[in-house]
């Protein structure tokens, strides 16, 4: 079975690509987008492995599902389409590189300029069915993403893991913190920012560490 994604990922998780349950996972996917309308759209299902290939990942953002609305899902966690209003916990994160690093707050929620700079956006789940949050849950995306982190995990060094709220922390608990950094906070939805995402100064921990590694930091 031929998966198409980014050449670098695709040697990584072709193993994966042929277990029974992404076969699985794979038919369902399909038949939704057949007989239900499904963000993002099929084109852009991998795209946080598009825009940042294996080889280039220093810095792993976990979210757990797709905007489910029309127009905002773009297959990077917490980016939205150009022309969507900046959803809140992704104006909330816009709030807190403000305080952490003195940057005005963009026009567009768009994360695509992080993702070329080496930030992988990784979704628990990359697909939901329109108005139907976490509707793709627990059919295979979960296994599929935690293949992904292990990749990065073993055989990558010095990468940030950005991990905020339970879900993320959870999913991310078996990183080795011997060989990489992982930044824990609470999630930044407007329910939960006040309880220690604001003040977490994550961007600014993150760009000590990839320059004490010698590596070129991100322009948040």
Request: positive net charge.
């Amino acid at each position: 079975m031929t998966v198409k994604i980014e050449e670098s990922w695709q040697k990584v998780l072709q193993d994966e690509f042929e277990k029974p349950y992404f076969k699985n996972l794979v038919s369902f996917v399909k038949d939704e987008y057949t007989t239900q309308k499904v963000y993002p759209s099929g084109t852009q299902i991998f795209n946080a492995f598009e825009m940042c290939p294996f080889d280039q990942v220093k810095v792993v953002i976990l979210g757990q599902d797709p905007y489910h609305g029309p127009k905002q899902a773009n297959g990077l966690a917490f980016s939205v389409n150009d022309e969507v209003r900046i959803p809140p916990s992704l104006l909330n994160i816009f709030k807190e590189i403000k305080n952490d690093l003195g940057k005005d707050l963009p026009p567009t929620g768009n994360l695509e300029r992080w993702a070329k700079q080496g930030v992988l956006l990784l979704n628990a789940t990359l697909t939901v069915r329109a108005g139907n949050a976490g509707s793709h849950q627990k059919k295979g995306w979960e296994e599929f993403t935690d293949a992904v982190v292990k990749k990065v995990n073993d055989l990558k060094e010095h990468v940030v893991f950005i991990l905020w709220g339970a879900y993320a922390q959870k999913k991310g608990a078996f990183i080795d913190v011997s060989k990489h950094l992982v930044l824990k906070a609470a999630h930044p939805s407007p329910f939960a920012a006040d309880r220690g995402f604001f003040g977490s100064r994550h961007f600014s921990k993150t760009n000590d560490y990839l320059k004490s590694q010698g590596k070129k930091p991100i322009d948040w």
